[in-house]
């Protein structure tokens, strides 16, 4: 069982830089270095959408939308997923939620997936002004 939980959205200009969090509460550091970590975004009257992924190797995947602007990354010892967002655009505005998956069945094709998670934080809102 994972219970995840975002913070770190606001409001910013474009341009502009947000960092956020997501703190995984799990049975052990190790039950948490065994999941495939995402984020994904959903805009008002939009489908949810896959950002970023990391494996438990550390490996990366991102949507074509945000390459080169934004970058996940995760501290095992804390627990603690995060998403750095620099470069920020109006479009970027949108809910943004973590999730987690076991490894064992995080199929490269369905990294960006919704479907392919089971484990959902409760999200957090970030709001990206012209």
């Known amino acids: 069982q994972v219970q995840l939980v975002e913070s770190g959205g606001g409001s910013v200009q474009a341009g502009g830089s947000l960092r956020l969090s997501c703190t995984a509460s799990?049975?052990?550091?190790?039950?948490?270095?065994?999941?495939?970590m995402a984020w994904f975004r959903q805009a008002p009257g939009k489908e949810r959408e896959g950002v970023a992924t990391?494996?438990?190797?550390?490996?990366?995947t991102y949507a074509d939308s945000v390459k080169g602007r934004f970058t996940i990354s995760q501290d095992n010892a804390k627990m603690i997923l995060y998403l750095q967002m620099n470069s920020l655009k109006p479009e970027d505005t949108a809910m943004y939620y973590c999730?987690?998956?076991?490894?064992?069945?995080?199929?490269?094709?369905?990294?960006?997936?919704?479907?392919?998670?089971?484990?959902w934080g409760q999200g957090t809102q970030v709001t990206v002004s012209s």
């Open positions: 999730a987690a998956v076991p490894a064992e069945v995080a199929y490269a094709n369905l990294l960006l997936r919704q479907e392919l998670y089971n484990y």
């Open positions: 799990v049975v052990s550091v190790y039950t948490y270095s065994t999941y495939q």
């Open positions: 990391i494996s438990t190797a550390g490996s990366t």
